[in-house]
């Protein structure tokens, strides 16, 4: 008998309760949460797709409402807010990844939580046992593609997976049924898309179709909860979304251990604002760097090891990554983000801004990217990387298997905090920074998010308006 995936997934995402989840779990939802915020605060101002997505949300009537976004004081419809929300989170490419899923399952489902909360006036525990939920049902769906075959033809997982875990965690806030979510999952089928394609020009519906997915969850929940019907079998049907998108699914695989396992605990956060695939090779540059007292000029050439899977978003083709032209580019370019380490012993947000700084250029010129067995091997358990350097007449060489951030070697409370005031101060000030970070991180004593939201408005938006 086929695996009964909408069934089984709608059934799990109304029933999860936040106090019958491991402390662990809990603790780490609320991580996850402060890591979204702070990308959707900075992505508010500093993203340049925002001004036009933000004139577009105004033009189609979706920012009268009462629903809020992250680092704005403008206040939106809840579709708007989910769609901004959603994008912004995105915009940084800063936001969690899920190695195995290759995808971001945050940036859809958090904000489509939220959005619900606001509607329906859910308490803290309520949209934290959505979201668990929410990255459940995103993670398990790639998984069960597999999420390579999914890449192979085309389509941008975080986006397409992302809309039923949006429709999961909004429906569970909403406090469907089983058979409601059901519903929102058939009805997530027919707005579940996201294409690859903005890899060709840097294009920013990468962010878009995030938001989007974010938005679509939560329409497809108010329909179902409106008694809308949605297609059955949504996702395991010959016409379903595991059918449809990938030629060789597992559908089993979206149901292993459900309920004892958690992809949420294997998701990881980014140290650095770029493409996950890079990260490890940044970790390498930076510690044989600092090993080895390597001054820029000593170094001759540099090769990136990389998975398979790796260099098509961050490796290929060479001669395009070792030249971008915009911030996408750099946040798919392995040369870009490894020389910036290599130069200048850090890659932050604001390193962005070196995009044409000459030292920048002419290393990137000397690194190029392969596809490496070891490395290869690791995948998609890991996203390894490795880094050799040839200076001095040596080579030198660092192999880092499990990249900073990922759940095997997670940020600490701490360094999440330290990332999220990096991103905040500038645009909220530090101690509304602070107080915003507080509340995240104790939502689960919250009767209802609207504190939350209250607090991530700027205090003085005169000086940030128009962006």
């Not at 609320?30 to 004139?55: K, Q, Y």
């Not at 809309?163 to 979510?181: E, N, S």
């Not at 990217?369 to 390894?384: G, H, L, R, V, W």
């Not at 499990?402 to 500038?426: H, I, M, Q, Y």
Request: charged share 20%; aromatic share 6%.
């Amino acid at each position: 008998m086929a695996a009964a995936v909408t069934r089984d997934l709608a059934a799990f995402s109304a029933a999860i309760e936040h106090d019958a989840l491991p402390e662990a779990i809990r603790t780490r939802t609320r991580f996850l949460v402060l890591d979204l915020i702070g990308n959707i605060v900075r992505g508010r101002h500093d993203a340049e797709s925002t001004a036009p997505l933000l004139a577009t949300v105004r033009a189609l009537g979706l920012a009268a409402g009462g629903a809020a976004v992250f680092g704005d004081a403008t206040r939106y419809t809840p579709a708007g807010a989910a769609l901004l929300n959603g994008a912004l989170a995105h915009s940084l490419d800063f936001d969690d990844t899920h190695a195995a899923g290759s995808l971001h399952p945050g940036a859809p489902v958090i904000p489509a939580a939220l959005a619900a909360a606001e509607m329906a006036g859910a308490d803290g525990k309520t949209v934290l046992a959505a979201i668990v939920a929410g990255y459940e049902v995103t993670c398990r769906l790639a998984v069960a593609l597999p999420a390579g075959d999914h890449y192979d033809r085309g389509y941008h997982p975080t986006a397409t997976c992302g809309a039923f875990g949006a429709a999961a965690a909004a429906g569970r806030v909403f406090g469907l049924t089983a058979a409601q979510i059901e519903d929102a999952l058939g009805i997530a089928l027919s707005q579940s898309a996201g294409s690859l394609q903005f890899l060709k020009n840097g294009a920013w519906t990468k962010r878009f179709q995030v938001g989007w997915a974010a938005m679509a969850g939560l329409v497809a929940a108010q329909l179902a909860r409106e008694g809308f019907r949605g297609a059955a079998e949504a996702l395991e049907g010959k016409a379903g979304f595991l059918s449809a998108y990938a030629p060789n699914p597992v559908p089993a695989r979206a149901l292993q251990n459900l309920g004892t396992e958690w992809e949420l605990m294997n998701t990881a956060v980014k140290p650095y604002p770029s493409c996950r695939y890079g990260h490890a090779s940044v970790d390498a540059a930076l510690m044989l760097r600092a090993e080895h007292g390597l001054a820029p000029e000593e170094i001759e050439a540099v090769t990136m090891g990389l998975p398979d899977k790796g260099m098509l978003l961050v490796g290929r083709p060479l001669e395009y990554k070792q030249n971008p032209q915009n911030v996408v580019d750099g946040q798919f370019s392995g040369p870009f983000v490894v020389s910036c380490a290599l130069v200048r012993g850090h890659f932050g947000w604001d390193s962005y801004a070196w995009l044409n700084d000459a030292d920048i250029r002419a290393m990137m010129l000397k690194v190029v990217c392969e596809q490496d067995p070891e490395i290869e091997a690791e995948f998609p358990a890991n996203m390894s990387g490795k880094v050799t350097i040839r200076a001095r007449g040596q080579s030198f060489s660092r192999k880092v298997v499990v990249p900073k951030g990922e759940p095997a070697n997670f940020l600490t409370e701490a360094e999440l905090r330290s990332k999220f005031a990096a991103l905040c101060d500038a645009v909220l000030g530090a101690e509304r920074t602070r107080q915003l970070a507080d509340a995240v991180l104790s939502l689960d004593r919250a009767p209802d998010v609207n504190g939350l939201m209250r607090l991530g408005a700027p205090l003085m938006a005169a000086r940030l308006a128009g962006n």
